[in-house]
């Protein structure tokens, strides 16, 4: 199992980015879908979270500008970031809740992270 998280870069504030997070390999099922980021000399943070559902929740700080979705029939989820600001820069990582057989248990996995730059 594998998950690939792209779409970060550098922008100026104000400005938006789209962060995508694909699932691929032996997949049974996905439940939630999470992103996480962690900025220079700062503890990892959950920015935002969805069900397989789609029920979703967000970090204080990112609400009313960031808003997360998912592809079930794709095994994605993705991050619209709008209205960015110098304190979101941070290296933001996928994550996801799995199991890759009908009888097995869930398991946590992390996608490689993405870096978002947003200069004032």
């Known amino acids: 199992v594998q998950l690939q998280a792209s779409g970060g870069g550098s922008v100026q504030a104000g400005g938006s980015l789209r962060l995508s997070c694909v699932v691929s390999?032996?997949?049974?099922?996905?439940?939630?879908m999470n992103w996480y980021r962690q900025a220079p000399g700062k503890q990892r943070e959950l920015v935002a979270g969805?069900?397989?559902?789609?029920?979703?929740n967000l970090v204080d700080s990112v609400k009313g500008r960031f808003t997360i979705s998912r592809d079930n029939a794709k095994n994605a989820a993705y991050l619209q970031m709008n209205s960015l600001k110098p304190e979101d820069t941070a290296v933001y990582y996928c994550?996801?809740?799995?199991?890759?057989?009908?009888?097995?248990?869930?398991?946590?996995?992390w996608g490689q992270g993405t870096e978002v730059t947003v200069s004032s």
């Open positions: 994550n996801a809740d799995l199991r890759i057989s009908p009888a097995g248990r869930s398991y946590n996995y």
């Open positions: 390999g032996k997949i049974f099922t996905i439940s939630a």
């Open positions: 969805i069900t397989s559902g789609g029920s979703t």
